[in-house]
């Protein structure tokens, strides 16, 4: 290798790890302020590691500003909003992909174009729908949209869904199989790796959704881990550190989902022929 490729390489490396220090260091003073008594959070110079290391700062989150029930709150939505997707989508994605009928094109290209339309565009017709059903303040308005698909989720699964050879379709057909017994048993297994994906995303979403809760949730037994640190000033004023202990509850479930379904996440995306 030649001293110029070699240096090529190293201020590459050099930069990538720069750009990678940049951008842990916001997530670590996180961290380190949340383990901070209240007299070390404002001393000059900063004190970037813990002394003592304040664990307590947690405990009074968790039981006293009651975020261990807004954990299992947005936990019983998310999982509620995972399976609702992934049932509805691969339904959805699996007629458009195998079935001919009249419309399909339109259907599917309508269905696309409202991956144009903003959430702060049709919040408030929803909001007036849900309120007509008498929903508000409930889990309904959080939950069920997700049983009725999604339309990235349903042009995920689809472009997968065609790209798969329709010789599973129509041997499974002339075996006696009817249509959902070929979902389930065969385009389901074989979609794993997007099902993962779409998980990923789903998950993701509804972890980081702030605005829905803040619209339709009022009763403060309901509140979601975001909107509970949304409120969280309301209850601790300025302590910094108890401001950052809710930070980093509400950040590390989301990274460790990532962390851990890293790999499916990427070989779901990159099977479904879609690129960056």
Same mark, same amino acid.
């Given at each position: ?90 339904? +959805?994605?699996?007629?458009? &992909? @195998? *079935?001919? !009928? ?7 290209? /309508?269905? #696309?174009?409202? =991956? ?77 790796? +997007?099902?993962?994906?779409? &998980? @990923? *995303?789903? !998950? ?7 605005? /829905?809760? #803040?619209?339709? =949730? ?59």
């Amino acid at each position: 290798m030649s001293k110029k490729l070699s240096f090529k390489n190293t201020l590459i490396h050099l930069l990538l790890i720069l750009g990678g220090a940049v951008t842990i260091l916001p997530f670590y003073w996180m961290v380190s302020t949340s383990l901070k008594s209240g007299a070390n959070v404002a001393i000059l110079p900063p004190q970037w590691i813990p002394d003592p290391f304040v664990w307590s700062n947690y405990s009074y989150i968790w039981l006293k500003v009651d975020f261990g029930r807004y954990t299992l709150n947005s936990f019983v939505i998310i999982v509620a909003d995972v399976i609702g997707m992934l049932l509805s989508c691969s339904m +959805v994605a699996f007629g458009m &992909a @195998v *079935f001919d !009928f009249k419309l399909k094109r339109l259907l599917y290209f /309508g269905m #696309l174009a409202t =991956l144009m339309l903003p959430f702060q565009i049709t919040m408030i017709p929803s909001y007036f729908i849900w309120k007509t059903f008498g929903a508000l303040n409930t889990y309904y308005p959080l939950i069920v949209p997700s049983f009725l698909g999604g339309a990235f989720g349903i042009f995920l699964l689809h472009q997968f869904y065609k790209s798969t050879s329709k010789e599973f379709y129509e041997a499974a057909m002339i075996d006696g199989c009817g249509p959902w017994t070929v979902l389930w048993k065969i385009y389901f297994p074989l979609s794993r790796a +997007v099902l993962s994906a779409l &998980a @990923v *995303f789903t !998950f993701m979403g509804a972890w980081s959704n702030t605005i /829905g809760p #803040l619209l339709y =949730l009022t009763d403060k037994k309901l509140f979601t881990l975001p909107l509970g640190l949304l409120f969280l000033k309301g209850e601790v004023g300025l302590e910094q550190q108890y401001l950052m202990a809710g930070a980093v509850i509400v950040t590390l479930p989301a990274v460790l989902v990532f962390l851990v379904a890293q790999k499916q996440f990427v070989e779901g995306i990159a099977s479904t022929g879609l690129k960056g």
